[in-house]
C-alpha cells in the first residue's frame, strides 16, 4: 500500500520531463514511425499504460502499428509484450513465432535442435521477402567470405560479394532462465520486422537478416515459468527460487562456449555458423538500465581481433548515444565486465570471426511490476554513465522490453546502414585468421600420435570439431623446428653457483598419425586462444577478473600439446580428419590381459560396463611379453576376448593378452554403489560433475542432503558418497542448517498443477529449506566409521572437516591470496596411493582459491607452519650455523628436529608425545596424494598472486576414519568439461574405494 502513493507522486513528478530530441546526420532516417500506417490502438494504449515514465520508452515502441493479417503477440499472451503478471512458456512463443511465419512471408522459423530434456529450440528469421525468397543463394555468398580462402584470399572478389550479400545479426533471448524478459521482447520485435512500414524499420527488413532464438535455455525457461505461475497463485508467499536451471547446470550455461559440453551452446554455434551470421547478440538482466557490456575493460581477450574491438567501440557508443537522446537514462557501455574470458556465449561470435555483443537490462525476475531501490554503484554517474539509472523508481517487464527492443533496433539500423563495412570486417577477420601462420602466429599445433592418453587426446579434439576447426592428421613422421628461448640474465645471488644450464633441444620429431591443427584456417581463431598459456599479471590494473583467468586446454586435459612456430609444418603430408575415433583393443595371445593406467576416465567406464568381470588393479609397475607396465594397470580374466575386444573397441582403450598372469601385487577393481549428494542451496557447481559422470556412463543416486539424512543404514545401499562442492553461498553452516524454517513458508519443488516442468529429471522436495541437519552429519559419520568412503571438495571438504571427519587436517582462507579459476601445478606425493593411479609426478589442475589445508600429527594442534626461516638458531653468539656455547661450561648438541616438508604432518616431539592421548596414530593421519608446487612452479596458466601461501600445501588427501575414508580435494577436479586431466583422481577412487590403504607405508599402517 505503502509505495503505491509513492509511486502516484513520482509518476506525478516526472511525467512533466521533457524527452530528448534526435540529431540526425545528412540522409539518416528519423526514428519515427510512418504517419500513414494505422497503428494498433489498444494495443499501443497498454504499451502506454504498463510504461512506468513515459522516459522508459522511445519513439521506436511506443506504439505498435496495426496489421489486418499479421497477429500481434496479444494473440497467445492475452495481453501485450511486457504485461505484468504474463510470462509465457517456450512453447507459446513459438506459438506466435509460428503464427507469424504462417501470416507473413517475411518470417521464417527453423528447428535448430533440443535440449537435455528433450524441448525443441528455435531460430526465426525476419527479413523482407524477397531476402528470405533468395536465402540458399545469399547463404552461399556470406559462406564465401566466412571462408576466404573459397575465393583465394581475393579482396576485390570480397568486395563483389559484400556488394551483393545481405548480412545476418543474430539475437539470442533468455539464456539465463530468471532473466526473464527477453521473449516477449522478442516477440514484439519479430512484430515490428515484419510488419512496420515507417522507413526506418524498412530499412531494416529490407537490408539485413535479423535471426531470433528468443529461448535459448528452454528448459530452464519452462522451470522459471512454473515458478512464477506458482508465486502469481501464493501472491503472499516466499516462491522458491530457481534451483534447477538446464538439466545439467544454471548460470555457468554461459560459461560453456570453451568446453562445448551443452546442447544450447552447441545449437546456437552451429545455427551462427550455419547461416554465417556477422553478429551474435545475446540478452541478459541484471543491471540497470541497459548495459552494452560487450565493450568492457580490459583485459581484453588476447586472440581476438583488434577489427573486433573497433566493431564493439562503434556499435555501443552509437547504441549509447541513440538511446541518450530519445531520453532514456541508464544507458551505458564499458563498465567492469573484463573481456578476457571466450567461456561467455556471445563469445563463440567473437572466437569465430564475428561481432559478440551482450546487454544487461534491468529485470524483476518475472513480470510483476516493483519499486526498485538502486545502490549508489549502479546510480552514480562516472566516466561511462554521464546519464545513470536513478536512485529509486516502479519498474516493470514492459519497461524491460522497451529498453531491449529499443537498444536491437538502434542496432539493427546502425549495423544496416554500415553493413558494407561490417561485412568486409568479417571477410577482413576470417582472412586474417587464415594468414595467422605468417603473421602472428604460430603454424599450427600438434598433438602427437603416441601419447599415451589417446582416449583423453580424442575427446579434446571432439571439443575442436564442435568448434567447427579443422583437424588434419600427418600421414607421415616430420621433424620442426622449436623456437630459440632468449636466455634471461641470471639473477645475481652471492651464494648460487652457475650451473650449466640443460641444453634446450632446437628440433622435434612427431610420429605418422599425430593430429595437426593447421592456423591456415577460418577458425584459427578459437584453436589458438583454447590451446595457448594465459598470464594475468597480478599488477593488472583489473583488480577483479570477472571469471576464470585460464583454460589452457593440453594442461586441462593433460594431453601433450605443442605450439609449433615453424612454418614447414603446413607441407607436411596429411589429410582432413573427418571423423575421430581412437583405436583401441586386444593385441597378443594370452588369457589374461591388461590395460596399461594412464588415468584415462575410460577405464572407469569399462570397469562399469564388463561389471560381472573380475578386474584387478597392480599395485606396482611390472613387466610382462616386453611391456612396461604402470602401476594401478587393469588386470581381467574370465572375459571372453571377443567381448573384451568389443568393449575396449568402443572405448577406444588398448589390451595387452599375456601368456601368464604378471607376479605383481593386486587388489580388486570395484564397481561401487554410488550416492550422489546435492544441497538445495546450489545445483551450479555440482552439475558439472553430474554432467561428466553421465558422459561416463557411471551409475549413481542423485539425492539432497536431506533424502541422505533420511536414509535408515546408508552403509547398506552405498560404497562411496560423492559430495561435489557446492558454492555460491554454502559454508559449512548452511549445508547442515539450510535455510531458517522458524518463519516463511515452505518452499517446494514438485511437480504441481501450476508447476508441472519444475522437477524435469532432476530430484524434488517438499520443502526446499532444510539441510543436511545434525542426523545427516551423525549419518555421513557412521558412513565413514563403518568403511564408506567419502569424496568432498572445496567447500564440502570444509564441511568434512568442520564435522570432525577429517582428524588431524585444518584447513584456512588467505586474504591475500588470488588463483582466480586458474591452472596451477601439483606434484604426486605418494604414487603408491590407488588415488594417484595412472599420473605423473607433475598434475595440472584448476584451483579458484582452493582452500589451504595443513596436516597435524596431534588433534587440534593448529601451528602455523611458516617454513624454514623459523627454523634458525636462537641468539647467541657467533654466526648463524655456529653453535652457542653458554660461557664456564661446554657446549651441549641441539636435538636435530626431525626435518619435515610443509605438505607433511610433522612428528610429534618426545615432549608432544608424553601421555598425550591426542596424538594421532601413524596409520589414522592424512595420507597426502597430491600437494600444490613450490611458489615458483604454482603458475601455470592464469593468474597467481601470493600463491606462496597455498604452495606446497595439499591438494588431494586421504583420511582414514574408523574402517573408512574421507578424501579431501583442494582443487577442483571435474569443472566445465576442461578438466579431464583430473578426472581420474576422482574415478580411482571410486574404484579402489575398499582398497584405498593399498601401497600406504608399513610405518603407517601399523
Ligand atoms: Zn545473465
Redesign the pocket.
Known sequence: MGHKSWLGLLLLLFTTLPTGGIALADGETSPARDPKQPIDEAYTAKIRKYTTAPYFSSPLVDYLPASKTVPTPEVVLGDVAGAPGILPYAEDVYKYMRLLEKATPRVKVVSIGTTEEGREMIAVAVSSEANLKNLEQNRQRLAKLADPRSIHLDDAEADKLVAESVPVYYITGTI?SP?TGAPTALMELAYRLAVDESPYVREIRDGVITLITPVVEVDGRDRMVDIYKWHLAHPKDFYPPLIYWGKYVAHDN?RDAMGMTLKLTQNVLNTYLGWNAQVLHDL?E?VPYLYDNTVGDGPYNAWMDPILVDEWQMIGARNVADMTKFGMPGVFTHGDFDTWSPGYLMFLAAMHNGISRLYETFGNGGADTRVRTLEPGEYGRTWFRPNPPLPKTAWSQRNNNNYEETGLLTSLHYFNENKRLFLKNFYLKGKRSIQKPTAEGPAAYVLPADDPRATVQTDLLRVMLKQHVEISRATSSFQVNLPVKKEKKAARSADSEEKPKPVSPTTRDFPAGSYVIRMDQPYSRVADALLDYQFWSPEDPQTTPYDDTAWTFGELFGVQVTRVTDSKVLSVPMERVAELRSLGGVQGEGSVFAIDNHAEPALATLRYRLKDTPIDAAEEPFESNGHKFSRGTFLIRGVGRSDLDAATKALGLNAVALASAPVVKTHPVRAPRIAYVHTWISTQSEGWWRLALDNLQIPYDYMSTQALAKIFDLNAKYDVILFPPVTGNANSNAIVQGTPTAWGNALPWLNTPETPNLVGKNDSTPDMRPGLGWDGVAKLQSFVRNGGVLLTATDTSQLAISIGLANGVTSSTSEKMKIVGSIVGTRLVDAASPIAYGYDEKVSAYCDNGPIFSVASILGSRRRRLGPEMNTRPTGRGTKDDPDFVIGRPAFDIPDEPEKELWEAPQPTDEQSFNNPRVIPPANRARVILRYADSKDLLISGLVENGNDIAQHPAVLDVPNGSGHVILFSINPVYRGETENTYSLVLNTLLNFDSLNAGRKQADTK
Open positions: 539465463h532473466e554461459n541478459h541484471s
